[in-house]
């Protein structure tokens, strides 16, 4: 794109400087009033000042698109406390899992996953001896609230650290009064706000948290980490009761859910699993790759030029066509094996590979991955093409227009979840 983008943003907590670095470098320009392209937003909520922006801006024709709001598992904010707001254009979040998530609940905009921003990823570290644990628990709102729900869950998980062995670093924004603990001997408190968000679980053997950005942080370092408060919906005004589910888990839970939770078991016994086995699945799911300026600069570029009327271009295929999900062959390479026991190269098939919104090369190292944990003959591959397309209803249209069957053991979603399993197609021949 040669010509110069005019972009208006608005940043929550410093998470859009990454984004708004990348376009700024490019040559692209930044204003807080007045027309602009696009709208950079964190959230559409139909409320106060995001609401607001919304307003304004789709009236005047820019295109709006959503950054990360914060790390972590799916933004549930859709599955209960709003709608999403059918004038944002894309939405563009962290990792793979996000974007199938939103593919799960019919999301309207097109989705593109953008890597992660947040801080520098490390190998995971084992700690056979956890001894030091770093506590960071719900924060209160600006104004110092808290729904009462996530006040007595950060009250029980640190009675529970009390009652451990573990030497307990409090890392924590507002009072401890606020927070729902208190002084207690032998423990070390931070001011969250004056700290670095690395500083203490960088030296700590473990992390237990919230569930949100800090512990996903945690985790992107190698920290091992337990997490609480998961399908807490806690978005919106002091006073309200928080959602503690959101409307439709079967869709997604499983996927969702990181794996060392306490509700989920005894708190020191979570700690010392998590601090030997990573939780690797989760991690590449919702931390995901990290995030390279010069692609996002490009996919912006690419979103402000397209033509949305524009039909779905997807490679051609052979007479028979079926459809997987790389992600999920990744996670479940026997799937392509299945296939590949029941065609070869020379058959007159072909296997569709589509993750939604995740670039070529992360797609292409997806199947690379499965190919390899599958154990097929990468001498004897049957027909096989990428399709990297944005993950939105009219991708999902378009791709099952095109294949005649699914691999996949995922919960059926959109109108691809209505084409006939593999293996049920292959059982009834």
Not at 83 to 92: G, H, K
Not at 216 to 223: H, L, M, P, S, Y
Request: proline letters at 7%.
């Amino acid at each position: 794109m040669n010509r110069r983008l005019k972009i208006s943003v608005r940043d929550h907590g410093r998470k859009s400087h990454a984004f708004v670095g990348a376009l700024a470098a490019a040559g692209h320009t930044f204003q807080p009033d007045g027309e602009v392209d696009i709208l950079l937003l964190d959230l559409d909520p139909p409320y106060l000042l995001h609401k607001r922006l919304l307003d304004t801006y789709s009236e005047m024709g820019a295109k709006i698109i959503l950054y990360p709001h914060g790390g972590g598992g799916p933004q549930l904010s859709y599955e209960g406390l709003w709608a999403p707001d059918a004038r944002v254009f894309a939405n563009l979040v962290t990792g793979p899992g996000h974007a199938e998530y939103l593919r799960r609940i019919d999301y309207p905009a097109q989705v593109h996953s953008i890597g992660w921003t947040y801080c520098d990823q490390l190998p995971f570290r084992t700690c056979e001896d956890v001894r030091n644990v770093v506590f960071a628990p719900w924060h209160p709102n600006g104004d110092g609230s808290m729904t009462d729900v996530q006040r007595d869950w950060n009250t029980k998980a640190f009675e529970q650290l009390l009652a451990s062995p573990f030497k307990i670093t409090v890392r924590h924004i507002g009072t401890l009064e606020q927070n729902g603990l208190w002084k207690a001997e032998g423990v070390t408190y931070v001011n969250g706000r004056t700290s670095a968000q690395n500083t203490e679980m960088d030296r700590a053997d473990a992390v237990v948290a919230a569930d949100g950005t800090y512990p996903t942080i945690a985790v992107a370092r190698g920290v091992p980490t337990v997490v609480y408060g998961q399908g807490v919906m806690a978005i919106g005004f002091p006073g309200e009761t928080p959602k503690l589910m959101p409307d439709r888990p079967e869709l997604y839970w499983d996927y969702a859910q990181y794996p060392y939770d306490l509700a989920n078991g005894d708190l020191e016994t979570l700690v010392r699993t998590a601090a030997r086995t990573e939780a690797t699945a989760w991690r590449r799911r919702y931390v995901g790759e990290d995030f390279d300026p010069l692609k996002f600069v490009r996919l912006v570029e690419r979103i402000m030029s397209e033509d949305p009327d524009a039909p779905v271009h997807i490679d051609e295929t052979r007479s028979h066509t079926t459809l997987a999900l790389a992600d999920e062959l990744v996670e479940n390479p026997a799937l392509l094996k299945a296939y590949c026991n029941t065609y070869g190269p020379e058959d007159d098939a072909s296997l569709l590979l589509w993750a939604p919104g995740v670039p070529a090369e992360e797609l292409l190292a997806m199947a690379e991955t499965a190919i390899e944990t599958s154990g097929v003959d990468p001498n004897r591959l049957p027909d096989m093409l990428l399709a990297p397309l944005a993950g939105s209803p009219k991708v999902d249209a378009a791709l099952a227009e095109r294949a005649d069957t699914l691999l996949s053991e995922w919960p059926a979603a959109g109108r691809i979840g209505a084409l006939p399993r593999f293996a049920s197609a292959l059982a009834a021949r």
